[in-house]
């Protein structure tokens, strides 16, 4: 008897609302405990028999493991088909496309993201739909109520399958094919960019530094920047992905990618600078002496999209989510076209690609991307940068300047106040709702409320309502705050104070933006009475 089927017991403490289950990896790890959530998810779809799924990860410690566990839950489950990346790796991006391309009922995306990876760091697992998107709400509640309720799961008592070997096999009736990460991927950003274009542009001594953060994103970048855009060797640095990625936060922010930083404000910074996360959905975007951030990126590949050939015919419309700064909305305007605002999370952005509604999406936490894909797309933004500098011939800091001067700027800053005890955070939170309807008006360190509310989304497509998305307080003089509290912080709570400032006249010289926030950042302070709640007033990240 090949196949077993194996009691187990329910699994518990996953947060609803998240795509997927994100854990310690030595909880993964535990007897049973993988093989519960992939049962349950198999479960949740109406079964995996006759089937077909693409799995893949991003090379982080016990990806290789538990894809050959999902593959053999997959063969017991009577699955018909699982497309897997060749030694397990597929970017976010590329599973993304892979699920669309072959028309599978689904894929098993296995990372944590920009978190650490090792056996005492972290782990995960994503289901995404037919469509290449994370799972909606819909799915992954019914996933995580099956976890508490099944007793067995399905597996085959079969050995490991080699995944160091491109092509097809068979896992107990159930055909494997092992494929090229990379190709596909490349195949889709041809048909999008000017290829020639940017090589002539490496060729005449473009320079450019990207820092893979030996994660996934290596031999994606190695590939298409140096073997097919013509970038010099060693372009891509840390290309290699490594199980624990290098010891670091695979997370490209200027913390996590502050060597990259360093390079790219020193003398000897190259033209242009790139990074991209754990996963490869992430990036992040540095000229010579000019970080930019992701909602000024947003905004730049908004207005310069159609110097693309993919993009050409110009973009339906534009959705950001709502922390995400302005400077995009302002485009949208500019060209006529709509543009959306979204709860934090890629998954909002779904119905509006699929109703052909917005191109380009984008979200402050360094995550871009189009209706190419349905996820977020690190290396996508990079190549549609390069395309916009080839034809622009313009440093980064010359094409952010103008960009500027055209639709002024969206000073912006996210404050990050982490670890904070659970009661503390949601006392804060609620002592400020508790306020919300009278704060008009009121002058905190100076600065004057004229508009305060909760932000609940409807979806235009299908009516779905998410209440609860954060609170956003608005100042006289285009001063915009936003608090929320984090959904993927892994201890105790993440409060998250997201500082806008709009100054529309850029005729004056720049200001280095947390000078510009600062009066703000203490008018919240204030409001929230974060010394009160918190026992300080200093946060732990700023990006
Ligand atoms: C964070 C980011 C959010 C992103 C999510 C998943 O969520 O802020 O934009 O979609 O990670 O990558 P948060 O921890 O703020 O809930
Ligand atoms: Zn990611």
């Known amino acids: 008897m090949t196949f077993e089927m194996v009691k187990t017991s329910p699994i518990t403490g996953q947060k609803p609302g998240t795509s997927g289950l994100r854990k310690k990896t030595r909880v993964f790890m ?50 018909a088909r699982i497309i897997v990346g060749w030694n397990g790796l597929l970017s976010t991006p590329a ?17 944590a993201s920009h978190n650490p990876g090792g056996i005492d760091e972290d782990f995960g697992v994503k289901f995404n739909v037919p469509n290449g998107g994370p799972a909606p709400e819909s799915v992954t509640s019914a996933m995580l109520a099956e976890t508490l309720t099944l007793s067995s799961y399905r597996i085959a008592r079969l050995p490991d399958t080699d995944l160091d070997v491109l092509g097809e096999t068979e896992l107990g009736g159930m055909q494997v094919s092992v494929v090229d990460p990379v190709e596909d991927y490349l195949a889709l950003m041809r048909t999008l960019f000017d290829f020639d274009a940017i090589r002539t542009m490496f060729a005449g001594g473009f320079s450019m530094c990207f820092d893979a953060m030996h994660a ?60 991209s996360d754990g996963d490869g959905d992430r990036n992040m975007i540095v000229g010579r002496g000019q970080y930019v951030t992701p909602s000024d990126s947003l905004a730049v590949l908004v207005a310069n999209a159609q110097l693309a050939p993919g993009y050409a015919a110009g973009i ?16 949208a305007e500019k060209l006529g076209i709509e543009c959306f605002e979204t709860p934090t999370g890629w998954k909002f952005f779904g ?50 300047a103008d960009h500027w001067a055209e639709y002024g700027r969206n ?16 006392d804060l939170m609620g002592n400020v709702i508790g306020q919300l309807a009278t704060l008009r008006g009121k002058t905190f360190a100076g600065q ?4 305060a509310d909760e932000f609940c989304y409807r979806d235009p497509i299908d009516g779905s309502v998410s209440d609860h998305q954060g609170l956003r307080i608005w100042f006289e003089g285009g001063g915009r705050a936003v608090l929320r509290l984090s959904g993927t912080g892994t201890e105790g709570a ?26 703000l950042q203490q008018a919240v302070a204030d409001l929230v009475r974060m010394q009160h709640f918190l026992g300080r007033t200093k946060p732990d990240v700023v990006t």
């Not at 699920?99 to 990372?111: A, F, K, P």
């Not at 709502?322 to 302002?330: I, N, W």
């Not at 984008?362 to 996508?380: C, F, M, P, Q």
């Open 95 to 111: 599973a993304s496309h892979l699920i669309r391309i072959n028309g599978t009922d689904g894929g098993i995306i296995l990372s």
């Open 316 to 331: 339906a419309g534009v959705a950001r989510s709502m922390p995400t700064s302005a400077a995009s909305d302002k485009v």
């Open 216 to 275: 996934v994103t290596g031999p994606y970048a190695k590939k298409i920047l140096e073997d097919v855009l013509g970038a010099p060797k060693g372009t891509v640095i840390n290309s290699v992905p490594l199980e624990d990625f290098g010891g670091g936060h695979p997370d490209p922010n200027p913390i996590w990618a502050s060597t990259l930083i360093d390079l790219m404000m020193s003398d000897n910074a190259p033209d242009f600078g790139a990074a």
């Open 411 to 426: 000073y912006y800053s996210r404050h990050d106040y982490e670890a904070v005890p659970t009661d503390a955070a949601n």
């Open 351 to 400: 119905n509006l690609m699929d109703a052909g509604r917005v191109t380009i999406c984008g979200e402050e936490s360094a995550g871009t991307g189009s209706d190419h894909v349905r996820e977020k797309d690190g290396l996508w933004a990079v190549l549609l940068w390069l395309n916009i500098l080839a034809v622009r011939k313009q440093p980064v800091a010359r094409l952010l």
């Open 30 to 79: 535990a007897p049973h405990y993988l093989e519960n959530f992939i049962q349950a998810i198999f479960n949740s779809i109406g079964g995996a028999k006759g089937k077909s799924f693409v799995v893949g990860g991003d090379g982080r410690f016990f990806n290789r493991q538990a894809i050959q566990t999902i593959l053999k839950i997959a063969a017991a489950n009577g699955a």
């Open 448 to 451: 004057t409320v004229s508009r």
């Open 494 to 519: 993440t409060i998250r104070v997201y500082l806008e400032q709009y100054q529309p006249d850029m005729s004056a010289i720049s200001q280095p933006a947390q000078q510009v926030l600062l009066p």
